[in-house]
């Protein structure tokens, strides 16, 4: 079973950072079009960002300027970086692969909790 873990998650302030990381198998990662969703209570899972092999990236409205995808393929890994964090940034953020046979891999999801 493909293994997806996210870390990086926790409780910050209105106007915080964190930064999340996804490591991924070497066998999926260097193949897949790398994404962040989120998932708040109550609400659908939604894509936060995207980002290519070619290192294409693409966001949602309302993380454009705020938040930053990469991934450093030396190290399987992708981040997220997400300043001036809102409280409607609350919910989970899950790591998605997706490979050029378009099967889906998803991690286990980490909470970002950010108070007002």
């Known amino acids: 079973q493909v293994q997806l873990v996210e870390s990086g998650g926790g409780l910050v302030q209105a106007g915080g950072s964190l930064r999340l990381s996804c490591v991924a198998p070497?066998?999926?990662?260097?193949?897949?079009?790398m994404g962040w969703y989120r998932q708040a209570p109550g609400k659908q899972r939604e894509v936060v960002a995207t980002?290519?092999?070619?290192?294409?990236?693409n966001y949602v409205d309302s993380v454009k300027g705020r938040f930053t995808i990469s991934r450093d393929n030396a190290k399987n890994t992708m981040y997220l970086e997400m300043n001036s964090l809102k409280p409607e940034d609350t919910a989970v953020y899950y790591c998605?692969?997706?490979?050029?046979?378009?099967?889906?891999?998803w991690g286990q999801g980490t909470q970002v909790t950010v108070s007002s």
């Open positions: 070497r066998s999926i990662f260097g193949f897949s079009t």
């Open positions: 980002i290519t092999t070619a290192g294409t990236t």
């Open positions: 998605n692969a997706r490979d050029g046979f378009s099967r889906v891999y």
